[in-house]
């Protein structure tokens, strides 16, 4: 089955940054674009980043020029390298395959706080 595994998310100053990975099985992964979404307290969870199934990356506009998405095919893992932290980047971040239907993993809480 598929699963999706979250892992990196910590407490950060603002200005700082962070790596997010995202491990994962059950499907083959280097044929699907994944994609990382995030969810602050009290909001609806909001799309991120996609990266295709080749090297196309794709962003929101907030954090276009901050974050960037990559993966590694050998390792089946999916990144998001996230610089010029602020603190309305606080958030639960889950990465995300559409295979058939949509899966989630768990999430990695981020926040951003001095």
């Known amino acids: 089955q598929v699963q999706l595994v979250e892992s990196g998310g910590a407490l950060v100053q603002p200005g700082g940054s962070l790596r997010l990975s995202c491990v994962a099985s059950?499907?083959?992964?280097?044929?699907?674009?994944m994609t990382w979404h995030r969810q602050a307290p009290g909001k609806e969870r909001e799309w991120v980043a996609t990266i295709s199934s080749g090297t196309s990356a794709y962003y929101a506009d907030s954090v276009k020029g901050r974050f960037t998405i990559s993966r590694d095919n050998a390792k089946n893992t999916v990144y998001l390298q996230m610089n010029s932290l602020k603190p309305d980047d606080t958030a639960v971040y889950y990465c995300n395959v559409v295979v058939g239907g949509h899966y989630w993993g768990q999430g990695t809480q981020v926040t951003v706080s001095s």
């Open positions: 059950g499907f083959t992964f280097n044929r699907y674009p």
